[in-house]
């Protein structure tokens, strides 16, 4: 082979024939007026081709010139006009597609003749070989087309989806439609942004079959944390994806919407055991209250006042202190609740303990009564350990942060025959196992009883109060 036919072998590429390549390489030794001869133009001009080329849509980035990929589309937009500046010019034309491949997704505006062309066209699923100008865009990169050419003989292993779930979201998506159950909202936030306007977010949590996920609610679509409230079923519509700290976020802006649906969804929460958190890990973690502190105020050195509340959360691994800042310090919760908290921060606590801080990115899920613990009709003998006590065996702490189950102060009646006082006290199971440990909200008391009870039930005991513990003779 000739110097022209190494080159082109080199460029191992379809986006021109080798006979367009050698007319490609006469046009610029002719251009050059003889200060390059074949081998030189033809260098010249793989140089050109492969400029730009990126190995998958994820690669493109918006400091390039031109970038260059092969990508299937999964959304086609309508087709616009807009008035140019020029008041004698014709209006222009605009078409956004969606386009993705194996690495990301990316939006591809194309326009005018190109774009009038393509909304009669181009259709979802389609093959695209193209070529444009890469830009910092309102949802991400964004790609200005200069050039677009069918490519029907290139795979790309995109799926093509009318509806997500949280396990199908991936960087860079847009126009997702997904359904998920509200598992927590946030209050609505403010900020200042750099034209001097103010912005609003919020976010939601949400939840599937397949997992969860942080939706971010931007300006008017802010509403929906006042609409909506955990447990209802929602639809987010052309929402986009985007990473923030290692974890994706579904944005919902304007051109978005979320809105209620009667559809069934089953969320099954995941969370970290406790005893395997580590410091600086962002964790979810589930479980059950076992004590609750009243809510503190501080000054912060900006002279406003926060709130912090601490509650005491066990699983059947360990337990560990959450520390329940801002408004989430304002939610009702005690003993008994069963709960999943998310994003929770883990951070050094007091006397060398882990904490668990939970922030504005917190979602706090309330669970339902038995999802931590053992199946009704299982004995105490067969729960697990963990949510019976403490990892050291300790009984729990009482909501004023005292283990002393001695200075419990049910109401008494009269005295039995062996001198013992009758009592009776209502509470929340919080200590399954033996002994039985209720707690109504201020105090903790110690019941002997044989009773099958089960972690967060609400039970009366009346019996005989002896050395601080209650002999029950009876529990319903």
């Given at each position: 082979?000739?110097?022209?036919?190494?080159?082109?072998?080199?460029?191992?590429?379809d986006?021109?024939?080798?006979?367009?390549?050698?007319?490609?390489v006469?046009?610029k030794?002719?251009?050059?007026?003889?200060?390059?001869d074949?081998?030189?133009?033809?260098?010249?001009?793989?140089?050109?081709?492969?400029?730009?080329?990126?190995?998958?849509?994820?690669?493109?980035?918006?400091?390039m010139?031109?970038?260059?990929?092969?990508?299937?589309v999964?959304?086609?937009?309508?087709?616009?006009?807009?008035?140019?500046?020029?008041?004698?010019?014709?209006?222009?034309?605009?078409?956004?597609?969606e386009?993705?491949?194996?690495?990301?997704?990316i939006?591809v505006?194309?326009?005018?003749?190109?774009?009038?062309?393509?909304?009669?066209?181009?259709?979802?699923?389609?093959?695209?070989?193209?070529?444009?100008?890469?830009?910092?865009?309102?949802?991400?990169?964004e790609?200005?087309?200069?050039?677009?050419?069918?490519?029907?003989?290139?795979?790309i292993?995109?799926?093509?989806?009318d509806?997500?779930?949280?396990?199908?979201?991936?960087?860079?998506?847009?126009?997702?439609?997904?359904?998920?159950?509200?598992?927590?909202?946030?209050?609505?936030r403010?900020?200042?942004?750099?034209?001097?306007?103010q912005?609003?977010?919020?976010?939601?949590?949400?939840?599937?079959?397949?997992?969860?996920?942080?939706?971010?609610?931007?300006?008017?679509?802010?509403?929906?944390?006042?609409?909506f409230?955990?447990?209802?079923?929602?639809?987010?519509?052309?929402?986009?994806?985007?990473?923030?700290?290692?974890?994706?976020?579904?944005?919902?802006?304007?051109?978005?919407?979320?809105?209620?649906?009667?559809?069934?969804?089953?969320?099954v929460?995941?969370?970290?055991?406790i005893?395997?958190?580590?410091?600086?890990?962002?964790?979810?973690?589930?479980?059950?209250?076992r004590?609750?502190?009243?809510?503190?105020?501080?000054?912060?050195?900006?002279?406003?006042?926060?709130?912090?509340?601490?509650?005491?959360?066990?699983?059947?691994?360990?337990?560990?202190?959450?520390?329940?800042?801002?408004?989430?310090?304002?939610?009702?919760?005690?003993?008994?609740?069963?709960?999943?908290?998310?994003?929770?921060?883990?951070?050094?606590?007091?006397?060398?303990?882990l904490?668990?801080?939970?922030?504005?990115?917190?979602?706090?899920?309330?669970?339902?009564?038995?999802?931590?613990?053992?199946?009704?009709?299982?004995?105490?003998?067969?729960?697990?350990?963990?949510?019976?006590?403490?990892?050291?065996?300790?009984?729990?702490?009482?909501?004023?942060?005292?283990?002393?189950?001695?200075?419990?102060?049910?109401?008494?009646?009269?005295?039995?025959?062996?001198?013992?006082?009758?009592?009776?006290?209502?509470?929340t199971?919080?200590?399954?196992?033996?002994?039985?440990?209720?707690?109504?909200?201020?105090?903790?008391?110690?019941?002997?009883?044989?009773?099958?009870?089960t972690?967060?039930?609400?039970?009366?005991?009346?019996?005989?109060?002896?050395?601080?513990?209650?002999?029950?003779?009876e529990?319903?």
């Amino acid at each position: 082979m000739g110097a022209i036919e190494d080159t082109y072998a080199d460029l191992e590429t379809d986006e021109v024939s080798l006979d367009e390549f050698r007319e490609a390489v006469a046009e610029k030794v002719e251009q050059m007026g003889g200060l390059a001869d074949e081998e030189t133009a033809a260098m010249l001009l793989a140089h050109e081709l492969e400029d730009g080329e990126v190995n998958g849509v994820a690669d493109v980035t918006p400091e390039m010139d031109e970038a260059k990929f092969v990508a299937k589309v999964v959304s086609v937009g309508d087709l616009r006009t807009f008035e140019r500046d020029d008041e004698e010019a014709e209006d222009g034309r605009v078409l956004n597609v969606e386009v993705a491949d194996e690495t990301g997704a990316i939006r591809v505006s194309l326009w005018d003749e190109q774009a009038a062309n393509a909304s009669e066209q181009l259709q979802v699923g389609d093959v695209l070989r193209v070529a444009g100008r890469p830009k910092d865009g309102f949802n991400g990169v964004e790609l200005s087309a200069d050039r677009v050419e069918p490519d029907p003989d290139t795979e790309i292993d995109v799926q093509i989806q009318d509806a997500y779930r949280v396990e199908d979201l991936s960087v860079g998506l847009s126009d997702v439609t997904l359904v998920g159950e509200v598992l927590d909202t946030d209050a609505v936030r403010t900020f200042d942004r750099d034209d001097g306007s103010q912005g609003r977010v919020a976010n939601l949590s949400l939840g599937d079959e397949t997992g969860r996920v942080t939706v971010t609610l931007w300006d008017e679509r802010t509403a929906a944390v006042d609409e909506f409230a955990a447990g209802d079923v929602v639809e987010v519509v052309d929402g986009y994806v985007r990473e923030r700290d290692g974890s994706i976020e579904l944005h919902v802006g304007n051109r978005g919407a979320v809105e209620a649906v009667d559809e069934d969804v089953e969320y099954v929460p995941e969370s970290t055991p406790i005893a395997d958190v580590e410091l600086d890990d962002v964790a979810d973690i589930a479980g059950v209250i076992r004590s609750a502190d009243p809510k503190r105020t501080f000054d912060r050195d900006d002279g406003s006042e926060g709130q912090v509340r601490n509650v005491r959360l066990q699983d059947d691994s360990g337990d560990i202190r959450v520390a329940l800042w801002g408004e989430k310090a304002d939610r009702d919760l005690g003993p008994g609740d069963e709960v999943l908290f998310t994003d929770v921060e883990i951070q050094d606590g007091w006397q060398d303990d882990l904490e668990a801080s939970a922030g504005w990115r917190t979602s706090i899920v309330e669970l339902a009564d038995g999802a931590m613990t053992a199946d009704e009709g299982a004995s105490q003998d067969d729960q697990p350990a963990g949510l019976g006590a403490y990892a050291d065996g300790t009984a729990p702490e009482s909501a004023s942060g005292s283990t002393d189950t001695e200075d419990a102060s049910p109401s008494t009646g009269e005295s039995s025959d062996d001198g013992g006082e009758s009592v009776e006290f209502t509470g929340t199971v919080v200590q399954a196992r033996d002994p039985l440990i209720l707690d109504d909200g201020t105090e903790t008391l110690s019941v002997e009883t044989d009773a099958d009870v089960t972690l967060g039930q609400t039970v009366t005991v009346r019996g005989t109060m002896s050395d601080g513990r209650l002999d029950a003779d009876e529990v319903r």
